[in-house]
T-cell receptor
Framework: GNSVTQMEGPVTLSEEAFLTINCTYT??????LFWYVQYPGEGLQLLLK?????DKGSNKGFEATYRKETTSFHLEKGSVQVSDSAVYFC????????????FGTGTKLQVIP | EPEVTQTPSHQVTQMGQEVILRCVPI?????FYWYRQILGQKVEFLVS????????KSEIFDDQFSVERPDGSNFTLKIRSTKLEDSAMYFC??????????FGPGTRLTVT
């Protein structure tokens, strides 16, 4: 079956530090890959996505590249801000059918001033 | 920008009671979903719904759960007889073309 594995959190960084959150996946077919963000007390927001191998998704300074050879979709940001503190979920969808999204366990990021 | 809305934001109920969680998907979307997130755990798929039918459901979605689109705008999740382990955040999502799902802010269900 499909699964997503994310690095354990919480991750604590100082403002302006470089962020990497690792994500690897197992899937049949050719999944689309996503990063969702959940700010404290809020719902899930799509942060970025990539629908095929070698695509790079980017948004708000975050980026992730779909690596089929390593089945990975690591999230990176060059300089984090306090406002980036949230829980980040890696997810996949194999498309076709009626599309259920499979989520990772989430990685909590805390950015301190 | 259109968004998915959910009501109530927080529901407290006693074990054994029925609850209905409500969602208003984005108006031109055709595919609807419910997910849940038990506190501190991953977001889990419950059910997908299209053309007034359940199209897929997970093993979590047992006979205690049902979904309905009672009119042209609402999409509801009913839990017939709540259990303590049903306490979770429930997210509704909708999609126009199955490429991208848009999630609502969630309803926190607390079963006491």
């Amino acid at each position: 079956g499909n699964s997503v594995t994310q690095m354990e959190g919480p991750v604590t960084l100082s403002e302006e530090a470089f962020l990497t959150i690792n994500c690897t996946y197992t899937a049949t077919g050719y999944p689309s890959l996503f990063w969702y963000v959940q700010y404290p007390g809020e719902g899930l927001q799509l942060l970025l996505k990539a629908t095929k191998a070698d695509d790079k998704g980017s948004n708000k300074g975050f980026e992730a590249t779909y690596r089929k050879e390593t089945t990975s979709f690591h999230l990176e940001k060059g300089s984090v801000q306090v406002s980036d503190s949230a829980v980040y979920f890696c997810a996949l969808d194999t498309g076709g059918g009626y599309q259920k999204v499979t989520f990772g366990t989430g990685t909590k990021l805390q950015v301190i001033p | 920008e259109p968004e998915v809305t959910q009501t109530p934001s927080h529901q407290v109920t006693q074990m054994g009671q029925e609850v209905i969680l409500r969602c208003v998907p984005i108006s031109n979307h055709l595919y609807f979903y419910w997910y849940r997130q038990i506190l501190g755990q991953k977001v889990e798929f419950l059910v997908s719904f299209y053309n007034n039918e359940i199209s897929e459901k997970s093993e979590i979605f047992d006979d205690q759960f049902s979904v309905e689109r009672p009119d042209g705008s609402n999409f509801t999740l009913k839990i017939r007889s709540t259990k303590l382990e049903d306490s979770a955040m429930y997210f509704c999502a909708s999609s126009k073309d199955r490429v991208e799902q848009y999630f609502g802010p969630g309803t926190r269900l607390t079963v006491t």
